[in-house]
């Protein structure tokens, strides 16, 4: 199994637990621990399968803290299986969408 490094911003919730930021917000990820993509149609946002990571550190439309509690943390990742998706450098440029993921490490 090839991996390629990336990285991906979470929610840091109170209790310390990680999860996605929009989509399946409930779902508790892991550190260590290989997930598999899911897919959870919800209105109002673009149907595009898989785990959303970055080539580096940068989505400045999504890192700024929300208001309701929730700190945002990005951590290193591993993930497989993986498709480019184009995007603007206003939105951190290239995403990559990957059917498999770990969290490595919390970086900040």
Known sequence: MNTILAYK???M???????PLFINAKQVVPIGKWLKAE???????????????CYT?????????????????WCLVEVTDTKSYP????????WLLANNMKVVEIIG
């Open 9 to 11: 911003l979470f929610k």
């Open 13 to 19: 919730r109170k209790d310390g637990t990680l999860g």
């Open 39 to 53: 897919n959870h149609p919800t209105n109002g946002y673009a149907a595009r399968p898989g785990w959303h990571c």
């Open 57 to 73: 550190p940068h989505a400045p439309h999504l890192s700024k803290n929300p208001k309701h509690g929730c700190a945002r943390v």
């Open 87 to 94: 995007r603007p450098e206003s939105q951190g440029g290239a």
